[in-house]
């Protein structure tokens, strides 16, 4: 019997996204973590070394202050980079431009998330989009929730019927369930700038998608909600576009009348499915709130933006680490073992 190599996955920011990529690349068959990073001996610290995971910190004095509350450490940053064959940066904003330069220092390949410019990297990822752009890449960057969100539904309308325009407005929510400091909690806010940034990520991907976006945040932390108005260059029945969303990974039609009328009973679903963190990882389409009118398109759909850019993260990894050249051999292999 041969034995693959497995890629050694770091995770530089153990937060939101960083437990949920851990999660994720733990259930892969073809790669494995080899450490994760802490800034501070939080709860999040704990929990990590409960699970078994080796845990990284900045420098030696921060080494000192976690065992002096009792949590194992495993070295300093540096000693991950020595370990890891790739780094999935997954810390809040402002810091990713000095890890770059450390990255590449230390020779690793380093996945960037969001938060970041398509800038930082020059190549930006989604897995059905542009799987190979990443291909051996030393840097690349998962685009933000809401841009992958975009993506996933608007990339196969584009190949199949071609589009003309797209016009989104996001409903944002206020912050994720475990933030308690940011907001609003009674109030609607416009995002003022118009167009918002959300066009432009989406053209990171797809440069020649005309599409403008507008945002407002309100007091929710489940989900967010798009309403999206496509126009195509041709005439397109609601029924050929729901056959095609029914075929397109990482995309799940529900029905209002089924029950599923908003966000609060597609994380119910997320529940009752049985996903590790009570993750929704697909985008969800209203079935029944799509509509066909001449070529243009009308539909709701909602992102759970603590999830969504997981599998693309694994599919990532393996494009920049050359395990598998086809696009959708990765996305069925990452699917599989997160059981979506
Ligand atoms: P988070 O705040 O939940 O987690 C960030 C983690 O990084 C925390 O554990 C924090 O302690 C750690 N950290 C802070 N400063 C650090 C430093 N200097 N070095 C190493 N670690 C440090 O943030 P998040 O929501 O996981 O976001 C991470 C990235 O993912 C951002 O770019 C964000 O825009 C993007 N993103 C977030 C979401 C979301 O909805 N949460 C969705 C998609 C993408």
Request: hydrophobic content about 35%; proline content about 4%.
């Amino acid at each position: 019997m041969t034995h693959v190599k497995k890629i050694k996955v770091g995770i530089n920011g153990y937060g939101t996204i960083g437990k949920r990529t851990a999660t994720a690349v733990d259930q892969q068959d073809d790669m494995e973590i080899v450490g994760v990073t802490k800034t501070r001996p939080t709860y999040e610290a704990v929990v990590a070394n409960n699970l078994g995971l080796p845990l990284y910190v900045p420098n030696d004095e921060t080494a000192e202050e976690f065992k002096k509350a009792g949590i194992k450490v495993a070295g300093t940053i540096k000693d991950l980079y020595k370990k890891a064959d790739i780094i999935v940066d997954c810390t809040p904003g402002d810091v990713a431009e000095a890890y770059k330069a450390e990255y590449a220092e230390a020779g690793v390949k380093g996945i960037f998330q969001g938060g970041e410019d398509h800038s930082l990297t020059g190549i930006s990822f989604n897995a059905s989009a542009n799987y190979k752009e990443s291909w051996g890449a030393q840097f690349s960057r998962i685009v933000s929730c809401n841009t992958t969100g975009l993506i996933r539904t608007l990339y196969p309308l584009d190949k199949k019927f071609k589009i003309k325009e797209v016009f989104a407005t996001l409903v944002r929510r206020g912050a994720d369930p475990n933030n308690s400091k940011s907001g609003p909690i009674n109030a609607i806010e416009p995002s003022l700038k118009i167009p918002t940034h959300h066009g432009p990520d989406v053209q990171s991907i797809m440069p020649w998608l005309n599409i403008q976006t507008m945002a407002v945040k309100v007091p929710t932390t489940l989900m967010h909600l798009h309403t999206i108005v496509v126009r195509l260059e041709k005439e397109v029945t609601t029924e050929e576009v729901i056959a095609l969303w029914k075929k397109t990974p990482r995309v799940r039609l529900v029905k209002g009348k089924n029950g599923i009328k908003s966000s609060a009973q597609i994380m119910e679903l997320a529940r009752d499915l049985g996903r590790s963190r009570g993750d929704m990882f697909e985008i969800i389409v209203w079935e029944d709130g799509v509509k066909a009118v001449g070529n243009t398109l009308y539909f709701y759909q909602a992102v759970h933006q603590e999830s969504d850019v997981i599998p693309e993260i694994v599919d990532c990894i393996r494009s920049m680490c050359k395990m598998e050249e086809d696009s959708s051999r990765s996305m069925k292999k990452t699917d599989k073992a997160m059981g979506i």
